[in-house]
């Protein structure tokens, strides 16, 4: 999957992440409660999320369906930021997450299972 998604087309996709297959005027009226969109704008923000593949559009009623899945845009953006920021090595984003903020003893269990998993 090597789709950049921008912020307001995330924005589409966490609707149909958490809602599943919507209308696009069910997702219009989502948008305006929560972001303050106009019907036009996330139709625009819809039509690119179609350019681009991450979603597809069905009839009747133009119900839009995700074709990607949030873990997928998870993995791309953060491949995408380990290469930009961290010369695409992935042990040093996670010393500079682990420098930030003192772990407590059950999110170190998680990692160590995480990694002993990955052996």
Not at 30 to 38: A, F
Not at 55 to 63: A, C, G, L, S, T
Request: charged share 30%.
């Amino acid at each position: 999957m090597g789709i950049k998604l921008f912020d307001s087309e995330l924005n589409i996709m966490e609707i149909l992440w958490q809602e599943g297959n919507t209308t696009a005027k069910r997702i219009a009226e989502i948008t305006k409660e929560k972001v303050g969109w106009s019907k036009t704008t996330t139709y625009t923000i819809i039509k690119k999320c179609l350019d681009k593949g991450a979603i597809e559009r069905k009839e009747p009623n133009f119900v839009c369906c995700a074709l990607v899945t949030r873990e997928q845009v998870q993995e791309h953006e953060t491949t995408e930021l380990i290469n930009k920021m961290y010369n695409g090595a992935p042990d040093r984003l996670i010393a500079s997450l682990l420098g930030q903020k003192r772990l407590t003893s059950e999110e170190i269990s998680r990692l160590k299972q995480l990694i002993e998993r990955l052996e």
